[in-house]
C-alpha cells in the first residue's frame, strides 16, 4: 500500500464509522445495515494505522522521545480542541451545567494507548521479532482484560488486533511481496476466512476476533484492485482523526432531537455535510497559524 491508498481507505472507514454511528440512533433502521458497518470500519482503520505506524517508524532514522511527542501532539492536540468547542456549545444548548459525555471518547484512549506502547517498544528494543510480539501480546492482554475482567462491551476492545496484525503485515511486506501482488487470490481467500468465521462458531473466540483480520486483507485487497481515485475520500483519510472527533462531537449535539433520530438520512447527510465543512475550517486554520509562526 502507498501514501495514496491508505489515505482513500480512511476515508471509506471513516464513512462507514459515520453510517454505523447515525444509524445506532435510529432504532427502526435495517438491522443489517447498522450492525457491521461500524466495527469492520474501525478494524480497518486500526489494521491500517498499525501499518503506517511501522512504516513511519522504520523510515526513521531515530525513534526517540520527540517522535512519540510529536505523534502525541497529532492524537490528542486537536482531540482537546474539538472537546472544548464541542462542551461550550453543548452547555449553551442545555442551558444548564451538565457534560457532553465527550471526553469519555474510547477511540482516542485506545488509539493513543497503541500508538504509545509501540513507539516505546520500538525504542527500547532493538530486534524486530520481539518488538511485534511484545506489542501483539500488550494488545492481547488488552483485549482480555476488556472481555473478561471489566466485561465491556465488545466494540470497545474487538477490533484492537488488527492494529499489530497490520505492523507485522508492514514489517514483512518486503519478504511477503510476491504474496501480497497476488490481490485477487488474497481477496477471494480472505472473503472465504470472512464469510467462515462469521457464520461457523467452531472457534473459542468472539466473533469479530475471528473475522476482523480477514476483512481487513479483503477490504485493502480488493482496495488495491479497484484503485479508488477521489479526492474527497482523500481528504477524509488525510484528515480521518479530526473527521472522527468532529462527527461525534455534532451526534452528541444532535442526538436528543428526535427529528433528527426519526429521520436518520438526513441525519446523515447532516453529519457529513458539517464534518467535511468544519474539518475543512479547521485545517485552514491551522495552516493560518502556523503560517504566522
Known amino acids: 500500500m502507498d501514501i495514496q491508498d491508505t489515505y482513500t481507505l480512511r476515508g471509506i472507514c471513516m464513512l462507514m464509522i459515520i453510517i454505523h454511528h447515525v444509524l445506532k440512533y435510529a432504532e ?17 482503520f486500526f489494521f491500517i494505522s498499525g501499518w503506517g505506524l511501522y512504516c513511519s ?16 501532539k497529532k492524537l490528542l492536540v486537536p482531540f482537546l480542541i474539538v472537546w472544548a468547542i464541542t462542551e461550550v456549545a453543548y452547555q449553551i444548548i442545555h442551558s444548564e ?3 457532553s459525555g465527550y471526553g469519555r471518547i474510547w477511540f482516542i484512549q485506545v488509539i493513543t494507548g497503541a500508538y504509545i506502547v509501540s513507539i516505546l ?21 488488552y483485549i482480555y482484560i476488556g472481555w473478561k475482567v471489566l466485561c465491556l ?40 476466512l470472512y464469510w467462515l468465521f462469521r457464520n461457523y462458531d ?20 480488493l482496495g488495491s484492485i479497484v484503485n479508488i481515485q477521489s479526492k474527497l475520500l482523500y481528504f477524509i483519510g488525510k484528515n480521518s482523526l479530526l473527521f472522527y472527533l468532529i462527527h461525534i462531537a455534532l451526534l452528541l449535539l444532535l442526538r436528543e ?22 474539518s475543512w475550517i479547521y485545517k485552514k486554520v491551522q495552516e493560518l497559524i502556523s503560517a504566522r509562526e
Request: hydrophobic share 55%; charged share 15%; glycine share 4%.
Open 97 to 99: 451545567i451538565e457534560w
Open 121 to 141: 517498544t520500538f525504542m527500547i528494543v532493538k530486534w524486530r521479532i520481539l518488538r511485534l510480539t511484545i506489542v501483539l501480546i500488550l494488545c492481547l492482554t
Open 257 to 278: 432531537s428526535e427529528y433528527m433520530c426519526e429521520h436518520y438520512i438526513l441525519t446523515l447527510c447532516v453529519v457529513f455535510i458539517g464534518t467535511v465543512a468544519l
Open 153 to 192: 462491551p465488545q466494540y470497545r476492545w474487538g477490533s484492537v488486533i488488527c492494529f499489530p496484525a497490520g505492523m507485522w503485515l508492514s514489517a514483512y511486506r518486503r519478504e511477503l511481496k510476491p504474496v501480497l501482488e497476488q490481490k485477487w487470490a488474497i481477496a477471494i481467500i480472505s472473503l472465504f
Open 202 to 221: 467452531f472457534l473459542p473466540l468472539r466473533a469479530c476476533l475471528k473475522y476482523s483480520i480477514p476483512f481487513c486483507l479483503l477490504f485493502v485487497s
Open 57 to 72: 517508524m522504520e523510515k526513521k532514522e531515530r525513534v526517540d522521545l520527540d517522535y512519540l511527542l510529536q505523534n502525541m
Open 28 to 44: 427502526w433502521a435495517p438491522i443489517p445495515i447498522r450492525g457491521i458497518w461500524g466495527d469492520m470500519g474501525t478494524a480497518v
